[in-house]
């Protein structure tokens, strides 16, 4: 084993407005943070938190710090924008100084659309759609339980509209303080850790592909893509290495700042959709379905950055779009995933509804059509790259 695996350094960085700290024992260091404080609002899906060990770490943090507590336990994959609005009550009924969001990216993205809502006011769309502006808002201290979505790390939250059916993201806040401990993720399922880990490695391919990613971002990409390539075999064959979900977890909080700083674009536009109307659909199992065959106009439109992130992937990339495509199948496939679209219920009628709300809604259409450099389509083009699918 390489020694750069052996090296798992603790550390701690600030990046936008979000102070971040990494490695085993992170959450150790939140009461520092809670002075003046005397009661927060938990925020956790339905088992990851207490299966992880975090909650029950959390909850003895907080003790020290006689920080009082309440509990929502309630968010679900895929997060309704109700969601949210429930747990602004909660902290208005409750009285919480901030919310402590413990899982991961729909924990979190509820989370930060709460906390708005909770002071300033209005629906969690508004805030999505960016009609309303979460400033000011209540502080969120967020505790990652997974390495996929980096939204630890970035202002971004995904939700899925109540009143349309629509799942859309958008700039909202930065968490105050995030926690990335790598062993909290090792209770996640085999497919989770799967899919966490394909949503970080689509995060850092279409940041670099977006029209105009500068250097940084692709650096950063690059950098994410290399960890993923490299580390997500090694978690399938040793899953109880801390080692290889530090390399996954690291990956997955750079894809966060790859997106803050160079949004994604095509693929996660339509998944988005896909897992809104099917929210049994992992996001990030999503991506992997549907990203083979989409990349092939992602790199035709940005052949320099995707030859460059694919390569980072697969050293043997011939440089096509038809190799674009090759190159994340294999990779999907060599560390066993082959789930498809009619695993979880999604037919042809329902994968063209998704791809005509994709072209219906003003923000995602416009990302579809800006942030891929000469890219014409329209939902029956794209259609027609997605139905081999089914």
């Not at 002071?119 to 759609?129: E, K, N, T």
């Not at 029209?211 to 978690?235: F, K, W």
Request: hydrophobic share 40%.
């Amino acid at each position: 084993m390489s020694s750069l695996y052996r090296n798992l350094v603790p550390f701690k960085w600030t990046y936008g407005e979000v102070t971040l700290h990494f490695g085993a024992g992170a959450v150790g260091a939140l009461p520092g943070y809670l002075a003046g404080t005397k009661r927060v609002l938990l925020v956790t899906g339905r088992t990851s938190a207490r299966a992880s060990g975090a909650l029950s770490d959390v909850e003895r943090s907080l003790s020290s710090a006689g920080v009082e507590r309440s509990l929502y336990d309630r968010v679900s994959p895929n997060p309704q924008s109700s969601q949210a609005e429930e747990v602004a009550e909660l902290v208005k009924s409750t009285g919480a100084d901030a919310v402590v969001a413990i899982g991961g990216g729909s924990v979190i993205d509820v989370s930060k659309v709460g906390s708005a809502i909770a002071i300033g006011g209005g629906s969690a769309m508004d805030y999505i759609y960016g009609r309303i502006k979460a400033v000011p808002r209540l502080p969120v201290y967020a505790v990652n339980l997974t390495h996929g979505t980096g939204s630890e790390a970035n202002r971004y939250a995904n939700l899925t509209d109540i009143a349309v059916g629509d799942k859309i993201g958008g700039e909202v806040c930065y968490p105050r303080v995030s926690f990335d401990d790598p062993r909290y993720t090792l209770t996640m399922p085999r497919e989770e850790v799967l899919c966490t880990s394909f949503d970080a490695l689509y995060h850092a391919y279409e940041s670099a592909t977006t029209a105009g990613s500068p250097p940084l971002a692709q650096d950063i990409s690059e950098a994410v893509v290399r960890n993923v390539a490299r580390a997500l075999p090694m978690a399938g064959t040793d899953p109880s290495s801390v080692e290889h979900r530090y390399w996954l977890m690291y990956a997955a909080m750079l894809g966060g700042v790859a997106i803050d700083i160079s949004p994604t674009n095509l693929i996660h536009a339509v998944e988005n959709f896909l897992s809104g109307m099917r929210p049994s659909l992992p996001h990030g199992c999503g991506l992997a379905i549907i990203g083979p065959s989409l990349v092939r106009l992602v790199h035709a439109a940005s052949p320099d950055a995707s030859t460059r992130m694919l390569r980072a992937l697969d050293p043997d990339f011939d440089g096509t779009p038809e190799g674009a495509t090759a190159a994340l199948s294999k990779f999907q496939s060599s560390v066993g995933f082959d789930r498809t679209l009619g695993d979880y219920g999604i037919d042809g009628e329902l994968l063209a509804t998704a791809v005509k709300r994709a072209f219906s809604n003003e923000l995602s259409v416009n990302r579809i059509r800006s942030r891929l450099a000469g890219l014409e389509l329209d939902a029956e083009k794209l259609l027609r790259y997605l139905r081999s699918l089914l």
